[in-house]
């Protein structure tokens, strides 16, 4: 066995508040019963389906969290996974945990998110101990939400692009991660990142805003003949092995030789998706877990294809995974159409 995954970054409490209704500004409305706390962000994300595809990869996690009963909550709800290593995480009482409120709107079922960065923005290099970190991937998530790591480097560019460095330098290959935002900040923080950065898994829009290559237009029509171009501009950003973009339609890629990937998503049942919070983190944990195993990047997209329609079978982010051989066995199933289903 592997030395395993480390993941670093966002540490989140989700806490829902279900509400009878969007008020106009200045007007008052009603949370109903059901506030829920859920733990979110790629660590907390990104680690919990990793131990749920495999109980025996060792994980460690690394970020800040507060000393308050958010942070309290995060190390139970991942404490409940005996192969997640806590021992990396860093307790300050300088910020509160980072949370999201979610306003679901029970009539609409939309949802509107409030996120204060906490201690997440606290999270830079002076966090890690690199003689302690015993792991062969080191996966950062999600660039655009660590404000220090997100600060300007005289030499790298970016502060993340350094630590991203010097893991190499230690032997630890890199991954990163994006969180999508409109806006130019794309195209100053994210490409001094994957100078330094071994696999890089993103969705469409998050590509697009990257390379400039059009992904998805204004009428949210797809253009996957662009998937190659976009692809091959990441690489020409720095990229040293793979490549992957995924989307609600499928996943594409581009291997360590720039052999071109495609794989199509589940058809899936209309009554069978419950919730897409965290579907994205799920396909990065079955690409991870792939690369990781030394699987071909065809066989960790399809595991990753597999493990984000597992994730669509439940509401919150992590519930729906399932161990790799039972979400590849999903995807055996739905792989095929429901005509060819029978």
Known sequence: MGKGICVAGNLIVDITYPIERWPREGELTTVTDGIMNSTGGAVCNVIVDLAKLDGDLPLSALGVIGEDSEGDFILEELGKHENIDLGLLKRQKEKKTSFTAVMSNNQTKARTFFQYRGANSLFDESCVDWDKID????????ILLLDALDEADAEYGTKL???LCHAQEHGIKTSIDVVTETGDR???????ALR??????INELEAQQITGVLLRDEEERLHPENMEAAL????????????????????WGLNETDNFVHIDSLHLPEDYIKGTVGAGDAF??????????KQSLEESILLGT?????????????EGLMSAKQVLELGGHYRKSPAERG
Do not use: N
Request: hydrophobic residues 40%.
């Open 135 to 142: 792991a062969e991937l080191l996966h950062v998530g999600y």
């Open 161 to 163: 692009a350094r630590l």
């Open 186 to 192: 794309f195209q100053t923080l994210v490409p001094p």
């Open 196 to 201: 330094y950065t071994d696999y890089c898994v």
């Open 232 to 251: 091959r501009k990441m690489k020409e950003l720095g990229v040293s092995t793979w490549t992957v973009i995924h989307c609600p339609e499928g996943g």
């Open 284 to 293: 990065c944990a079955g690409v991870l877990y792939g690369a990781q195993k």
């Open 306 to 318: 597999c493990a984000a329609a597992a994730s669509l079978s439940c509401p919150g982010a992590t």
